[in-house]
C-alpha cells in the first residue's frame, strides 16, 4: 500500500488529476481513503478502499506548498480541528445478528454501522449551539462596526463645520476636541474590525 500523508499531492497513476489526500475519514457506509482536487482543497473529489492505495503516486508538481502552508489542513497529532468530529465518532456503534437459532433479530454492540440517534443528536446540538454563539458574536460585531462607523461619520461631519470655523478666525479649542474624539471613534473602529478579522 502506498504510504499516504495528509496534505500529500498525489494522482491517479497514468491520469492528469492532481489531488491531495485528505485522510482516511468515515463517509456513509464506512472508511475511506479521501482526495480532493489541488484547486478544490476542502471538497471530497474521490474515495477509495485500502486496497486500491497502490493506484496512486506522489504527484510531481513543481513550487509546490508544503504542508504547514495550507491553513485548511486539519492536526492529526493534537486532534486540533476534529473535536466535533472524534465526539460523533465515539457514539458507540452497532448491528444487528440472527439469534444461533435463527429464531430472532439479535442488536450486537460493536458491530455494524448503526448509532443511537439521541447520542448522535447530542454531539450535533453541542455542535449547533457553538455555531450560533459565534453567529450571534459576529453580529453582535457587525452591529457595533455600524454603529461606531455613523459615529466616524457625524465626528467628520462636525469636525468639517469646526474647520470651516477655525478657517475663518475662530472656535480653535472646540475644533480641536471634536477632531480628537472623530480620531477617537476610528480607534475603536479600526479596533472592532480587527476583532471582527
Known amino acids: 500500500m502506498t504510504d499516504l500523508l495528509i496534505g500529500g499531492r498525489y494522482n491517479w497513476k497514468g491520469q492528469p488529476e492532481h489531488l491531495v489526500y485528505m485522510g482516511y475519514n468515515w463517509s456513509g457506509n464506512g472508511f475511506w481513503h479521501q482526495f480532493a482536487l ?38 492529526l497529532k493534537t486532534r486540533e480541528g476534529y473535536d466535533i468530529w472524534d465526539k460523533l465518532c465515539a457514539v458507540p456503534r452497532y448491528g444487528f445478528i440472527h439469534s444461533p437459532d435463527n429464531s430472532r433479530v439479535l442488536k450486537a454492540e460493536g458491530l455494524g454501522n448503526w448509532i443511537d440517534r439521541h447520542a448522535a443528536q447530542e454531539v450535533v446540538d453541542e455542535a449547533q449551539d457553538e455555531l450560533n454563539g459565534l453567529r450571534a458574536s459576529r453580529a453582535a460585531d457587525k452591529a457595533r462596526i455600524a454603529e461606531l462607523e455613523s459615529a466616524v461619520e457625524s465626528a467628520a461631519d462636525i469636525a468639517g463645520q469646526y474647520g470651516d470655523a477655525l478657517v475663518g478666525g475662530g472656535l480653535r479649542e472646540d475644533a480641536v476636541k471634536v477632531w480628537d474624539r472623530e480620531r477617537q471613534y476610528r480607534n475603536l473602529l479600526d479596533a472592532a474590525q480587527q476583532s471582527k478579522e
Not at 42 to 47: F, G, L, P, S, T
Not at 55 to 73: N, R, T, V, W
Open 38 to 75: 489541488v484547486n478544490d482543497p476542502e471538497v471530497v473529489w474521490c474515495e477509495v478502499l485500502p486496497t486500491d492505495t497502490d493506484s496512486f503516486e506522489k504527484s510531481k508538481i513543481e513550487g509546490a506548498a508544503p504542508m504547514s502552508d495550507k491553513p485548511y489542513l486539519r492536526n
